[in-house]
């Protein structure tokens, strides 16, 4: 007598089509995961979504009858879930690989037959593989493993090669091997056929088709030079571009998208076998791997294990993602080296250019500003260990002395928090780079090396593991890290906390000095960890390979990473790394793979997915909003200001109109160093919040290109209102974001090019111009003009003539005007590019013209805002000579 649960084992082949279908989800997970090499995060997504749709075109297997399918409502409300939740930004690959699965049980809900089966198996893969994924960045373990199988796969291809292959999990596509070892494993237990065989078979070809791809990573130099030669760019005036030669395209490819090599030829692979495989006609099905749950059968099936189901999907999310720590130093204290490689100046007036922007002087007012205290110190002395929450070791050199270096290990042994921010190993005069000896006795050792990253600063090039230190930080930014770090070896029981996946070592320090970088055999390919932590005692010791957020220059825009890496070492909060986290995250990832592989009914994996990816993107929203930093310019401020904070932040979360390039002629490190110039602590404002705006002094505005909402135009109105200042620098051809904005407080840059039949008169433009903005008469009555630069100026109007005029341009029309409102008072000056380097400070801080006549206006009208006694420009008019030019040999 059959069991009452039993089904069918009819078999039957699927259809070419439905193969196809098949294979494109697979590359759609791949694509999703990030599997595929360098991708920039909108188009990994845009990827997946577009696969995806391809994929549910292309199947045209046996739709089940009406009477049998899922209604369409929910199902069609799961998709758009799934499609707009990653659009909230507090999402992760894993969610996109989420989305794979989602849709590949939907296709499978609506069919029957063998492609049902086909892709409810694919299905079960892709939302096994996510837990998989969600498991690897919160186990340290997990990464130590993948990290062995990549570099175990690079001795096989130096092998094979005959060229020495560095490689990590990324190049070696391990994870990608992971997801192709589990669908072979279903489809070993649900096809018909002699199982070892085709297992043998399996086995065989994966290993040909893998080989032959890490051959090629192995020998991406030689393919390289294979490529027909493509002119190169030249920066004549005019600028005129190249033609485009397919091999220039290609060869921006090579190496960092040859895993998506690997996808294509493992999947292709795929459904080429499953097509000719015999697949069940219903599913699940009792065979194989499923014979031995019959007894569960009937349990598996009822609510209530789905219950327990879903209560494992959202108890894995929170054990594997939720972290919980806030930033915050009130009362804390940290204790930083006084000696090394590091200076503690400010940027200063009259010093100009990248060199003068000094090192760490800005660090302890962004520590008051979080409420703590960071104290320099040479003693290194019993007493002051004593007193530290936490202690910072910026670019130690042997200046370090060794009984120094004990007691500062020992305090971390008692408990103490230490973080060591490395460079790359240098000499000067008897001091060397003494970072590994600090770290002696840990599983971290610093490279002797230069990272490498193919994008600048490691934009869309990071891993990040799941941390109160990597809480929302964005990956799609290049803020973090300057580029010119080293990398850090470690071992278990280290743990990665940031990674820079596509870039490679250059060994020594040379190309910091000849800016020369090119891969060369032998050297370490991809996954380069950049941060990492370990317990040492009863302590925690947090390196990192680059401390450019912690720079005057880089904590700019990098505060957010510095301010959280700090406040994590003094409050030591609990991390899904720490403690037994790791372990229950095993426990529960393989309970919930046992219950979901017991009955993979493809309703059942549509809801799990959907419970999984919720639970993810709570928990992620939760961690963000714990774990959120709000600096309070109001703890700076010394009693003797006009405004309450010396906290100014420049607007970023408007598609402004600057570069994040370094240095670059349209950016604004010009500014950020004029803003701390002027005693001001200068940070980047990615998300315009009341919060922010509360304990901030000054909000500059760069040329908006997305108009501000009504919500954040009240927030702007209020903070105003309350005695801060707002700066608006936009012309009018990007005026209409500004519009709204500024007519709140009745001033009015007119728009251009004004629509046809508009009633307006068009706007006079200025160009590039000198204007004068003050008049001094010295002792002897001469008179001396401050004049000022415009880039490209356009007039400014005030609504109802009330306020000042601060320039006069052409036809004595308004450049910049200053409005008082309400306690604060309201800037606008109408020229877009007027606080750009290129018309405010030079990379090499050369004048403009002999002069440095906007850094003097800015100084003036900074302190004229903010202080009791504003600061006049220098009566000399004398223009300061160019540096001398070499003539070219």
Same mark, same amino acid.
């Given at each position: 007598?059959?069991?009452?649960?039993?089904?069918?084992?009819?078999?039957?082949?699927?259809?070419?089509?439905?193969?196809?279908?098949?294979?494109?989800?697979?590359?759609?997970?791949?694509?999703?995961?990030?599997?595929?090499?360098?991708?920039?995060?909108?188009?990994?997504?845009?990827?997946?979504?577009?696969?995806?749709?391809?994929?549910?075109?292309?199947?045209?297997?046996?739709?089940?009858?009406?009477?049998?399918?899922?209604?369409?409502?929910?199902?069609?409300?799961?998709?758009?879930?799934?499609?707009?939740?990653?659009?909230?930004?507090?999402?992760?690959?894993?969610?996109?690989?989420?989305?794979?699965?989602?849709?590949?049980?939907?296709?499978?809900?609506?069919?029957?037959?063998?492609?049902?089966?086909?892709?409810?198996?694919?299905?079960?893969?892709?939302?096994?593989?996510?837990?998989?994924?969600?498991?690897?960045?919160?186990?340290?373990?997990?990464?130590?493993?993948?990290?062995?199988?990549?570099?175990?796969? %690079?001795?096989?291809?130096?092998?094979?090669?005959?060229?020495?292959?560095?490689?990590?999990?990324?190049?070696?596509?391990?994870?990608?091997?992971?997801?192709?070892?589990?669908?072979?494993?279903?489809?070993?237990?649900?096809?018909? @056929?002699?199982?070892?065989?085709?297992?043998?078979?399996?086995?065989?070809?994966?290993?040909?088709?893998?080989?032959?791809?890490?051959?090629?990573?192995?020998?991406?130099?030689?393919?390289?030079?294979?490529?027909?030669?493509?002119?190169?760019?030249?920066?004549?005036?005019?600028?005129?571009?190249?033609?485009?030669?397919?091999?220039?395209?290609?060869?921006?490819?090579?190496?960092?998208?040859?895993?998506?090599?690997?996808?294509?030829?493992?999947?292709?692979?795929? %459904?080429?076998?499953?097509?000719?495989?015999?697949?069940?006609?219903?599913?699940?099905?009792?065979?194989?791997?499923?014979?031995?749950?019959?007894?569960?059968?009937?349990?598996?099936?009822?609510?209530?294990?789905?219950?327990?189901?879903?209560?494992?999907?959202?108890?894995?999310?929170?054990?594997?993602? +939720?972290?919980?720590?806030?930033?915050?130093?009130?009362?804390?204290?940290?204790?930083?080296?006084?000696? @090394?490689?590091?200076?503690?100046?400010?940027?200063?007036?009259?010093?100009?250019? /990248?060199?003068?922007?000094?090192?760490?002087?800005?660090?302890?007012?962004? *520590?008051?500003?979080?409420? &703590?205290?960071?104290?320099? #110190?040479?003693?290194?002395?019993?007493?002051?260990?004593?007193?530290?929450?936490?202690?910072?070791?910026?670019?130690?050199?042997?200046?370090?002395?060794?009984?120094?270096?004990?007691?500062?290990?020992?305090?971390?042994?008692?408990?103490?928090?230490?973080?060591?921010?490395?460079?790359?190993? +240098?000499?000067?005069?008897?001091?060397?780079?003494?970072?590994?000896?600090?770290?002696? &006795?840990?599983?971290?050792?610093?490279? /002797?090396?230069?990272?490498?990253?193919?994008?600048?600063?490691?934009?869309?090039?990071?891993?990040?593991?799941?941390?109160? $230190?990597?809480?929302?930080?964005? /990956?799609?930014?290049?803020?973090?890290?300057?580029? $010119?770090?080293?990398?850090?070896?470690?071992?278990?029981?280290?743990?990665?906390?940031?990674?820079?996946?596509?870039?490679?070592?250059?060994? %020594?320090?040379?190309?910091?000095?000849?800016?020369?970088? =090119?891969?060369?055999?032998?050297?370490?390919?991809?996954?380069? *960890?950049?941060?990492?932590?370990?317990?040492?005692?009863?302590?925690?010791?947090?390196?990192?390979?680059? &401390?450019?957020?912690?720079?005057?220059?880089?904590?700019?825009?990098?505060?957010?990473?510095?301010?959280?890496?700090?406040?994590?070492?003094?409050?030591?909060?609990?991390?899904?790394?720490?403690?037994?986290?790791?372990?229950? #995250?095993?426990?529960?990832?393989?309970?919930?793979?046992?219950?979901?592989?017991?009955?993979?009914?493809?309703?059942?994996?549509?809801?799990?997915?959907?419970?999984?990816?919720?639970?993810?993107?709570?928990?992620?929203?939760?961690?963000?909003?714990?774990?959120?930093?709000?600096?309070?310019?109001?703890?700076?401020?010394?009693?003797?200001?006009?405004?309450?904070?010396?906290?100014?932040?420049?607007?970023?979360?408007?598609?402004?109109?600057?570069?994040?390039?370094?240095?670059?002629?349209?950016?604004?490190?010009?500014?950020?160093?004029?803003?701390?110039?002027?005693?001001?602590?200068?940070?980047?404002?990615?998300?315009?919040?009341?919060?922010?705006?509360?304990?901030?002094?000054?909000?500059?505005?760069?040329?908006?290109?997305?108009?501000?909402?009504?919500?954040?135009?009240?927030?702007?109105?209020?903070? *105003?209102?309350? %005695?801060?200042?707002?700066?608006?620098?936009?012309?009018?051809?990007?005026?209409?974001?500004?519009?709204?904005?500024?007519?709140?407080?009745?001033?009015?840059?007119?728009?251009?090019?004004?629509?046809?039949?508009?009633?307006?008169?068009?706007?006079?433009?200025?160009? =590039?111009?000198?204007?004068?903005?003050?008049?001094?008469?010295?002792?002897? &009555? #001469?008179?001396?003009?401050?004049?000022?630069?415009?880039?490209?100026?356009?007039?400014?109007?005030?609504?109802?003539?009330?306020?000042?005029?601060?320039?006069?341009?052409?036809?004595?029309?308004?450049?910049?005007?200053?409005?008082?409102?309400?306690?604060?008072?309201?800037?606008?000056?109408?020229?877009?590019?007027?606080?750009?380097?290129?018309?405010?400070?030079?990379?090499?801080?050369?004048?403009?013209?002999?002069?440095?006549?906007?850094?003097?206006?800015?100084?003036?009208?900074?302190?004229?805002? #903010?202080?009791?006694?504003?600061?006049?420009?220098?009566?000399?008019?004398?223009?300061?000579?160019?540096?001398?030019?070499?003539?070219?040999?």
């Amino acid at each position: 007598m059959d069991h009452p649960n039993s089904i069918s084992l009819d078999f039957d082949e699927v259809r070419i089509r439905d193969a196809v279908a098949t294979s494109i989800l697979v590359l759609a997970g791949c694509v999703a995961a990030g599997t595929t090499g360098l991708v920039a995060e909108p188009l990994r997504i845009a990827g997946t979504w577009l696969l995806l749709l391809v994929a549910a075109l292309g199947t045209r297997g046996d739709v089940r009858p009406m009477g049998q399918a899922t209604s369409v409502p929910w199902r069609l409300g799961a998709v758009l879930l799934m499609l707009v939740a990653p659009l909230s930004g507090w999402t992760d690959a894993s969610h996109e690989v989420l989305l794979v699965a989602l849709v590949a049980a939907l296709l499978a809900d609506r069919l029957r037959g063998a492609a049902r089966s086909m892709l409810a198996a694919v299905s079960l893969a892709v939302l096994l593989w996510s837990v998989f994924l969600i498991a690897a960045r919160s186990v340290s373990g997990i990464w130590h493993l993948t990290e062995l199988g990549g570099a175990a796969l %690079g001795d096989f291809a130096s092998l094979l090669a005959g060229r020495r292959l560095q490689i990590g999990a990324s190049f070696g596509t391990v994870d990608l091997l992971v997801l192709l070892a589990i669908l072979y494993a279903i489809w070993l237990g649900s096809t018909a @056929g002699a199982r070892l065989w085709r297992a043998i078979l399996v086995l065989v070809v994966v290993i040909a088709v893998h080989s032959g791809y890490l051959c090629v990573v192995a020998r991406w130099l030689d393919l390289e030079a294979s490529l027909p030669e493509a002119a190169e760019w030249t920066f004549e005036h005019p600028y005129t571009p190249p033609p485009w030669r397919w091999s220039a395209a290609v060869g921006t490819l090579l190496p960092w998208n040859l895993p998506l090599l690997a996808a294509v030829l493992h999947v292709s692979v795929l %459904g080429m076998l499953w097509r000719w495989s015999r697949w069940p006609t219903a599913w699940p099905s009792p065979r194989g791997g499923w014979r031995s749950w019959a007894r569960w059968t009937g349990f598996l099936r009822s609510s209530r294990a789905a219950g327990i189901l879903a209560a494992l999907a959202v108890a894995v999310s929170v054990a594997g993602t +939720l972290s919980i720590g806030r930033v915050d130093l009130t009362g804390k204290t940290i204790l930083a080296n006084a000696m @090394g490689r590091l200076d503690w100046q400010r940027p200063v007036f009259d010093r100009y250019g /990248r060199q003068s922007a000094g090192m760490f002087g800005m660090l302890p007012r962004l *520590v008051q500003s979080l409420g &703590g205290e960071l104290r320099v #110190t040479e003693q290194w002395s019993e007493a002051e260990l004593a007193a530290a929450d936490a202690v910072a070791l910026i670019h130690p050199t042997t200046e370090l002395r060794s009984e120094q270096r004990d007691r500062i290990i020992e305090y971390v042994r008692r408990g103490g928090a230490l973080l060591v921010i490395a460079e790359p190993q +240098l000499r000067e005069g008897d001091a060397v780079s003494d970072h590994n000896e600090v770290l002696r &006795g840990t599983s971290i050792k610093v490279r /002797r090396d230069v990272v490498a990253p193919v994008t600048s600063g490691w934009q869309h090039a990071l891993a990040t593991s799941t941390h109160p $230190v990597t809480t929302g930080l964005d /990956r799609r930014r290049s803020h973090f890290f300057s580029g $010119v770090g080293s990398s850090l070896e470690i071992a278990w029981p280290a743990r990665p906390l940031i990674v820079g996946r596509w870039g490679w070592s250059d060994p %020594g320090s040379d190309s910091l000095f000849t800016g020369a970088h =090119r891969w060369e055999p032998g050297e370490r390919l991809g996954d380069l *960890v950049l941060a990492s932590e370990q317990r040492h005692g009863r302590g925690r010791i947090l390196v990192l390979g680059d &401390g450019h957020s912690f720079t005057n220059e880089g904590g700019f825009r990098g505060f957010w990473l510095a301010g959280r890496i700090l406040s994590y070492l003094v409050h030591g909060q609990g991390s899904p790394q720490s403690g037994v986290r790791p372990f229950l #995250t095993l426990i529960l990832a393989t309970g919930l793979t046992l219950t979901v592989i017991g009955w993979p009914e493809p309703r059942r994996l549509i809801v799990l997915a959907l419970v999984l990816a919720t639970s993810l993107v709570c928990c992620q929203g939760i961690s963000r909003s714990a774990s959120r930093m709000v600096p309070d310019g109001r703890l700076l401020a010394t009693g003797e200001e006009r405004i309450g904070s010396r906290l100014a932040y420049v607007g970023a979360s408007h598609a402004e109109g600057y570069s994040d390039g370094a240095w670059s002629f349209d950016g604004i490190e010009g500014l950020s160093l004029t803003l701390m110039r002027s005693d001001l602590l200068a940070l980047s404002l990615p998300q315009l919040t009341r919060e922010h705006l509360d304990r901030a002094g000054v909000f500059v505005s760069v040329a908006p290109s997305r108009p501000y909402t009504a919500r954040q135009r009240r927030m702007l109105v209020d903070f *105003v209102g309350g %005695g801060g200042i707002l700066i608006c620098t936009v012309g009018a051809e990007q005026a209409g974001a500004s519009r709204d904005l500024l007519a709140e407080f009745g001033i009015r840059v007119p728009e251009s090019p004004v629509p046809t039949l508009h009633k307006l008169p068009e706007p006079e433009p200025m160009g =590039r111009m000198r204007a004068i903005y003050l008049r001094v008469e010295d002792q002897a &009555g #001469t008179i001396h003009d401050s004049g000022v630069n415009f880039f490209a100026g356009w007039p400014v109007e005030l609504a109802d003539d009330e306020g000042q005029v601060l320039v006069y341009g052409k036809n004595d029309l308004p450049l910049a005007v200053l409005r008082e409102f309400g306690q604060g008072s309201v800037v606008v000056i109408g020229d877009s590019s007027f606080a750009l380097n290129k018309n405010l400070e030079y990379f090499e801080g050369q004048p403009f013209d002999g002069r440095y006549d906007n850094s003097h206006f800015w100084r003036w009208l900074i302190t004229s805002l #903010t202080d009791t006694e504003p600061w006049l420009p220098p009566l000399e008019a004398e223009p300061v000579p160019e540096p001398a030019q070499e003539e070219p040999q």
